[in-house]
């Protein structure tokens, strides 16, 4: 059983593998969901000196402690369910709650409210269906700004939106006229 340090670490490091650059190990992921074998997964974290004891058991240690539940295992398979910059994954497209959130930092908030939310580095632009992930998000770089989205306005105008699973929704680049700043913070 990993420890909490150790936990957060090994999830980092999927992450790593998951999301970010599984070409530079080797990994293979299916085009379509990002997934892979768990076993293939294992074999690439087992090979970091850093992690030669780990077993299956701790990798579903990890995704099944993930608070903001960034793996999914399906029988023998296991993928990240958003967040990859190194493919554009296909998600079956959905009808969100009327209102998402999106958090952010006060730096970031003129460019939003001029141009949009737009995807910056991955594949698409993350919402929740909660203030707790939207939260979660948008406190790592700074004061905490909460926005809200009109998924039915963003409809209205072209947007997709994508259902990534645990509350978590992904969307193409959102225009400003579906943004506004969450008052009650």
Known sequence: MLNQAAEASLSKFMTKLL???PAEYGLPLDPEDGSCLL???LSIVTADPKWTGITQADIRQVVGN???QRFAIQEERIRARYGHSHAKLTYEPGTPPPVLYHGTHQAALPAILKEGLQPTGRQYVHLSAGLHFAGLA????????LLTVDTVKAAQMGVTCYYAGNEVWLAEPLPPACIALREEQ
Do not use: A, I, N, P
């Open 19 to 21: 999301r970010h650059t």
């Open 39 to 41: 076993k293939d997964l």
């Open 66 to 68: 993930s608070g903001k």
């Open 138 to 145: 948008g406190s790592r770089r700074g004061k905490l700004v």
